[in-house]
């Protein structure tokens, strides 16, 4: 996963500058098309949607603005890189069972 948003990054940095709205297009179907990982593909649609306002769905409406303060939070977080892997957690809430099982 972290390879493509790399790749991305790579792309935005070197080349967006100077790419046609078409071209950009064509890379970054070409960066989607080349993954099948429903995390990133989720996290992608979400940034893309966020940014031209494709409606959040009818749960969006449900919620406080607290609630929508801290999912927004949480996709920055996201979005600056501030995040840990699944196998991250897992591994240290192990190693926290173990200390107290001792």
């Keep these: 996963m972290f390879s493509h948003f790399l790749f991305l990054k ?12 078409a071209e950009i297009k064509i890379q970054l179907y070409r960066l989607i098309d080349s993954t099948n990982d429903k995390t990133l593909l989720q996290k992608i649609y979400n940034s893309i949607a966020k940014k031209i306002g494709v409606e959040k769905g009818d749960w969006w409406d449900t919620i406080t603005d607290n609630e929508k303060a801290i999912i927004e939070e949480g ?16 591994l240290q809430s ?9």
């Design 94 to 102: 192990k190693k926290l069972i173990n200390k107290y099982r001792k």
């Design 10 to 21: 790579y792309i935005c940095i070197t080349k967006l500058a100077h790419m046609s709205s």
């Design 75 to 90: 996709d920055e977080q996201i979005e600056a890189g501030n995040v840990v892997s699944n196998a991250q957690v897992a």
